[in-house]
């Protein structure tokens, strides 16, 4: 269940997994790329071998994170400000020197083609331990902090189809499915248990399930 108006947010594993030219992911300045038609539309040209390279990773350090464009640097040899392509030049990036077998009519570049956005990537993920109190199953789940928890109930929707049916508790309290995991009290621990060096999946916080139909545990 999509929340109207509330954008999408990835972990930088599930973008990782788009990794081939036929289903072509990468994340920028924050933002998450489906650059599968780029790939449809220029197949076989060089141009698209750094992007395939880059398949399922983060490319921020190819940009400007002010300008939000390519970044630039001064080629030594000229002195003229060029693109700066660490792992050569691109789809859409001009040649270093004029050449007229070079085509510019392609209107937008990529990176700026608001169409190839699917959604966002977490600033910090962050994992819980979900335990269905009828069935005294547990699953470890990684979810965005920036969440609400209607959209981590979707997420655990594959563990369970019937997730909805539960009400979600954290200590005893009921859980606003509208609000995150912070907003609702569950703080993140991350840091501490790295500093403590303790076992994650022993001392997970965990949120309990309670089937709507027997609340006596409740």
């Known amino acids: 269940m999509t929340v109207s ?11 990782s997994v788009h990794n081939t030219t036929d289903d072509l992911w990468v994340s920028f300045l924050g933002k998450v790329y489906n650059l599968t038609p780029l790939c449809e539309k220029y197949k076989g040209d060089i141009l698209l071998k750094p992007i395939i390279l880059s398949a399922g990773k983060d490319i921020s350090h190819w940009f400007n994170s002010k300008t939000k464009d390519i970044r630039t640097h001064v080629d030594p040899q000229t002195n003229c400000i060029i693109p700066f392509c660490p792992n050569g030049r691109f789809v859409h990036i001009p040649p270093p020197y004029p050449d ?3 085509a510019n009519d392609f209107g937008r570049p990529w990176w700026k083609d608001t169409a190839l956005v699917v959604g966002i990537l977490s600033s910090k993920t962050r994992i819980i331990k979900i335990v ?20 981590i109930q979707d997420r655990y929707m594959k563990y369970n189809a019937h997730a909805g049916s539960y009400t979600w508790k954290y ?5 606003d499915m509208s609000k995150t995991l912070t907003e609702n009290g ?8 790295y500093q403590l060096s303790m076992n994650d999946d022993t001392y997970l916080q965990s949120i309990q399930l309670y ?4 609340l006596t545990e409740a």
Not at 5 to 15: A, Q
Not at 171 to 175: R, T
């Open 211 to 214: 089937f709507n139909d027997d």
């Open 171 to 175: 200590e005893g309290k009921n859980l």
């Open 186 to 193: 569950i703080e993140d621990e991350d840091e501490e248990f």
């Open 100 to 102: 007229s077998n070079w």
């Open 5 to 15: 108006g509330r954008p999408k947010y990835f972990t930088p594993k599930e973008v």
């Open 132 to 151: 269905n109190t009828l069935t005294s199953q547990e699953q470890v789940i990684e979810v965005c902090s920036e969440e609400i928890m209607s959209e």
